[in-house]
């Protein structure tokens, strides 16, 4: 069974860092892509950005909104993504998912339950 | 960033009637295009890839279309169990965007 496992969100004051993990089993981990979407309380889906596998050396892509601030980094070793968010700002407060590109079909086929972030003073 | 336009934001069918939902690009994105339904608390569950592609396991009442810049997604015959948001997707360039969703209802 595929299952993508996020953990680490918490209460973070404004400019802090916060790491996420995503721990992904039931699939070939090494060979996949991994995304982070980001859902605002009552708000839509924003992309935040993706890892490729070591096949396609690991590039990294980010939205505009958090370009600088946050890297995307991967262990295969251990089947975990992360999500490493810097100098993080009050706008950055949402349910974070990572999720599993599906190569061909170009969907997010596998999500995780997601994890909050609050960033509150 | 290529802008996703979906409408209407909002809507409440009785059961069984069809919905029909829109998604307009602001550019053209040939058919690299998803739908998504989100439950209220539960992460997105993708149901039609590359504009009219219906998922496995997915049932057959929906169905996407469409290409260039205007797609539509539409349930033939409303179920309770559909009640969701549902966005559109384009993966055509970076930065992948999403459309702003639409909360189906029922009356």
């Known amino acids: 069974e595929v299952q993508l496992v996020e953990s680490g969100g918490n209460l973070v004051q404004p400019g802090g860092s916060l790491k996420l993990s995503c721990a992904a089993s039931?699939?070939?981990?090494?060979?996949?892509?991994i995304h982070w979407v980001r859902q605002a309380s009552g708000k839509g889906l924003e992309w935040v950005g993706r890892i490729k596998s070591k096949a396609n050396t690991y590039a990294t892509a980010y939205a505009a909104s958090v370009e600088g601030r946050f890297t995307i980094s991967r262990d295969d070793s251990k089947n975990t993504a992360y999500l490493q968010m810097n100098s993080l700002k009050t706008e950055d407060t949402a349910v974070y998912y990572c999720?599993?590109?599906?190569?061909?079909?170009?969907?997010?086929?596998?999500w995780g339950q997601g994890t909050l972030v609050t960033v509150s003073s | 960033d290529i802008q996703m336009t979906q409408s209407p934001s909002s809507l409440s069918p009785s059961r069984g009637d069809r919905v029909t939902i829109t998604c307009q690009a602001s550019q053209d994105i040939k058919d690299n295009l998803n739908w998504y339904q989100q439950k209220p608390g539960k992460a997105p569950k993708i149901l039609i890839s590359?504009?009219?592609n219906l998922e496995t396991g997915v049932p057959s009442r929906f169905s996407g279309g469409g290409s260039g810049t205007y797609f539509t997604f539409s349930i033939s015959s409303l179920q309770p169990e559909d009640i969701a948001t549902y966005y559109c997707q384009q993966f055509d360039i970076l930065p992948l965007t999403f459309g702003g969703g639409t909360k189906v209802e029922i009356k």
């Open positions: 039931g699939f070939t981990f090494s060979g996949s892509a």
């Open positions: 590359g504009a009219s």
């Open positions: 999720t599993r590109l599906r190569s061909g079909s170009f969907s997010f086929d596998y």
